[in-house]
């Protein structure tokens, strides 16, 4: 007998489950993914310095600890941005014509402001190069538009050919 393997048995398997289920699967890991990601975003690795010392050495208060070690501290910071903005793009499209979407959009919306401003308030002034993290922020909605472009110009039938109804004349034919 053959042994099955437990990777392949919490696979996802059509024959078990529905798009539904699979569907709720993704929002609440996209859900706990968004949340340990904006996390770690307000209170990074390291915490934030309480005092301010002045001098060569010195540090402000409020800013990152961890942002002292430049490039280590931008390697943190544009992996947790994308992997926070790549969380909210699945649950917006995740929840697309759900009941109360709007309400979904602007409560990520809002999160994704309250993020940013977090981070840009910890993170030095001269440490901070805002086109790299909104780079890495808008990643995950180039990448799904690009997608949707590509797959829009290599299908065979244009969309929706199939699907329109030619109207019928009075005649009972076929315009």
């Not at 393997?5 to 709720?24: G, K, L, V």
């Not at 990152?64 to 903005?85: D, G, H, Q």
Request: aromatic content about 14%; glycine content about 4%; overall charge positive.
């Amino acid at each position: 007998m053959a042994r099955k393997s437990w990777f392949r048995y919490f696979q996802y398997d059509e024959r078990r489950e529905t798009p539904a289920e699979a569907r709720n699967v993704l929002l609440i890991v996209a859900g706990l993914i968004a949340a340990v990601t904006f996390q770690a975003g307000v209170n990074p690795p390291g915490g934030v310095w309480q005092d301010t010392k002045a001098g060569p050495d010195g540090h402000t208060a409020g800013r990152a600890i961890y942002s002292y070690k430049t490039k280590e501290f931008y390697v943190f910071l544009i992996s947790n941005t994308l992997a926070f903005s790549t969380s909210i793009h699945l649950l917006v499209s995740l929840t697309h014509r759900f009941p109360f979407h709007f309400e979904v959009i602007l409560a990520t919306a809002s999160m994704v402001v309250t993020y940013a401003s977090a981070v840009f308030a910890i993170t030095p002034d001269d440490l901070v190069k805002f086109r790299y993290i909104l780079l890495a922020a808008a990643v995950p909605f180039a990448i799904r538009f690009m997608l949707q472009v590509y797959t829009r110009l290599t299908m065979m039938d244009p969309p929706y050919q199939n699907q329109i109804v030619q109207p019928v004349q009075s005649n009972g034919e076929n315009a």
